[in-house]
């Protein structure tokens, strides 16, 4: 089945811009969202179709998918986005829901 | 506001049984596809089933088709998932979230249960 790959970890100091990959074949042809995950806590919706950021999300917070990479881009990043980040698509030809495997996003 | 909780989790022998529900609230539940997902301790997220709005489309990940049955009464705002033959990796917490069909992300989640299979 569809498989997404992001990288175990990223860091990056705090007021820089944080950027953290999904790879996918073709994944520039799917609806790709994104989801926050703070320790201890549920997922949150960050990123939906690719680039729409849900009410209540901060602009800070953007998409972007082409080609077999989906990407999220955090700008002037607080320590409290310090959380693990998870892409997800619809796989159609299995009918399935696909996480990727999630990126640990530190806050230097 | 728009709220989803979660509740059924508990301790349970390697092939025992377990139900657990989702209670929606502040939003018309029977208009809204919804999915379970789990995250076993220290790994990522794993999708396991997905239901539209009357229960006549269901998905199941591999892991548990078979196994594993999600339901809904929409006149209880509720959701569900029986699961059977559970096995030491369904230790997970379990998360119902809301969606809408297929490619639509899942905008809203419950806090979670937890499922410890275990002799």
């Known amino acids: 089945s569809y498989v997404l790959t992001q990288p175990p970890s990223v860091s990056v100091a705090p007021g820089e811009t944080a950027r953290t990959t999904c790879g996918g074949n073709?994944?520039?042809?799917?609806?790709v969202h994104w989801y926050q995950q703070r320790p201890g806590q549920a997922p949150v919706l960050v990123i939906s179709?690719?680039?729409d950021r849900p009410s209540g999300i901060p602009e800070r917070f953007s998409g972007s998918n082409a080609g077999n990479t989906a990407t999220l881009t955090i700008s002037s990043v607080e320590a409290g986005d310090e959380a693990d980040y998870y892409c997800?698509?619809?796989?159609?030809?299995?009918?399935?829901?696909?996480f990727g495997g999630g990126t640990k996003l530190t806050v230097l | 506001q728009v709220r989803l909780v979660e509740s059924g989790g508990g301790l349970v022998r390697p092939g025992g049984s377990l139900r657990l529900s989702c209670a929606a609230s502040?939003?018309?539940?029977?208009?809204?596809?919804m999915s379970w997902i789990r995250q076993a301790p220290g790994k990522g997220l794993e999708w396991i089933s997905y239901?539209?709005?009357?229960?006549?489309?269901?998905f199941y990940a591999d892991s548990v088709k078979g196994r594993f049955t999600i339901s809904r009464d929409n006149a209880k705002n509720s959701l569900f998932l029986q699961m059977n033959s559970l096995r030491a990796d369904d230790t997970a917490v379990y998360y119902c979230?809301?969606?809408?069909?297929?490619?639509?992300?899942?905008?809203?989640w419950g806090q979670g249960t937890t499922v410890t299979v275990t002799s």
């Open positions: 179709y690719n680039s």
């Open positions: 979230a809301r969606t809408g069909p297929y490619y639509y992300g899942m905008d809203i």
């Open positions: 073709n994944i520039g042809g799917k609806s």
């Open positions: 239901i539209d709005t009357t229960g006549s489309i269901i």
């Open positions: 502040s939003f018309t539940f029977s208009e809204y596809y």
């Open positions: 997800q698509v619809w796989d159609s030809s299995s009918n399935h829901v696909i």
